[in-house]
């Protein structure tokens, strides 16, 4: 393929992108295949010789689309929104055709700075404490991960290492392998899966804080289980608070867990994969109140700022404190500004090496919305879901189980967990929307998430129709069948 058959090609592929957002209700939401279904309609080895533009094209609709979920449908309401947008998708275009792979700052200036003033954008619009941005000479700034649980893993290694070299510093007859031994990293009971694998990967305890009856850790809840730890001998490091659980969209008590954390000397991660986008807004700004504890901060604008997957936005206090725990500088990766105080190397920022242009996405988006644009964006998706809960607080069969703060609403039919596998069964079974469920305490709970930027009022009066009729047909047989049981 050469330029001119880009041209024409990429016309095409436009096209097509288009085709499909525009279309995209018209799809059944979840696909119909079962596990392997992809295997025998391609061969069984890479072709020899090459094959066509068109040949490759027609397999699309004929391979890859029957085995997709559309997770744009405005009939998809499951997990969290992944965000989307035409500006993202030509800026990801763009990213793609640059190619740079943006590891330091010589190996492509504008793929770095891009990153840093982008994330001081953003860290203005959530109203972050300066000393998260970078500024002309601040301490702080962000960063770009590819998703929220590798920002909590870099921060708790952070953590990991700062602990490790204070504590050597204060007991130099400990060794490092003694410390390791002893340090704990804590988090919720409701916090994502994501921090438990962090603990994991960075070889260290972690203990869950139980959370209170709305879903959320307070405190005194913290401080006896650090008490309870540090009488055994043992050296709590890290606590990640969660603001907008992945179950119920919960909100740990920042004010009151960060000055805890500051006094114990922990480190306090904030994940707000998800809520942090709402925070752009200043009705849900208090929120944050208490991010001026944390020492890092996480959100997702690849969840609901409408800039396509992956696009994590990590910031932190001291930047010193992730550089001095991964930096490593082999001769082929220095160059003569690095020393120069004006210039981040990201690669010290990250797991990987390599890294793309992300930051283009988040340039051509917040230029193209707007902050205004962007706000709206939220306050629809919160409307509907306001709308959602009062159809389901309408009808005495069902329950709301968690406070609906923002664009989730969890529900479930009155009557056993049973009944509500059967419910979400039949929702699933039928595809015409898709929906996953949740525990709460020992509840199984049906969680609605607005996903979709298109998404609009017809589409949830529609989806609670659907859930209203499948619940009453299986109210009439479940009586029946577990009266004969």
Known sequence: MDAAEFRKRGKEMVDYVAD?????????????????????????????????????FKDIEKIIMPGV????????????????????????????GIGCVGFSWAASPACTELETVMLDWLGKMVNLPEEFLAGKDGQGGGVIQGSASEATLIAL???????????????????????????????SDQAHSSVERAALIGAVKIKSVPSDETFSVCGSALKKVLDEDKAAGLIPFFFCATLGTTSCCSFDKLLELGPICNK???WMHIDAAYAGSAFICPEFRHLLNGVEFADSFNFNPHKWLLVNFDCSAMWVKKRSDLIGAFKLEPLYLQHHHQESG????????????????RSLKLWFVLRMYGVKGLQEH????????????HLVLQDERFEICAEVVLGLICFRLKGSNELNEALLKSINDAKKIHLVPCHLREKFVLRFAICSRTVESTHIKFAWQHISQLATDLLKTWGQNHHQQ
Not at 71 to 92: E, M, V
Not at 169 to 177: D, H, R, V
Not at 379 to 389: A, D, G, M, N, P
């Open 378 to 389: 939220i306050h629809k998706h919160i409307r509907l879901s306001r709308q959602f809960e």
């Open 20 to 56: 499909y957002l525009e279309k995209i209700e018209k799809r059944q939401v979840f696909p119909d295949v079962e596990p392997g279904y992809l295997r025998p309609l391609i061969a069984d080895c890479a072709p020899q010789d090459p094959e066509s533009f068109e040949d490759v």
């Open 264 to 266: 114990e000397n922990i």
């Open 157 to 187: 290694l952070a953590a990991r290492t700062k602990t490790i070299r204070q504590v050597q510093s204060e007991k130099p007859e400990l060794t490092e392998a003694e410390i390791m031994g002893r340090l704990v990293a804590y988090a």
């Open 342 to 357: 004006l210039v981040t190397d990201y690669r010290h920022w990250q797991i990987p090496l390599g890294r793309r242009f």
């Open 69 to 96: 979920t559309h997770w744009h449908s405005p009939y998809f309401f499951a997990y969290f929104p992944a965000a989307s947008s035409f500006p993202a998708l030509l800026a990801d275009m763009l990213c793609g």
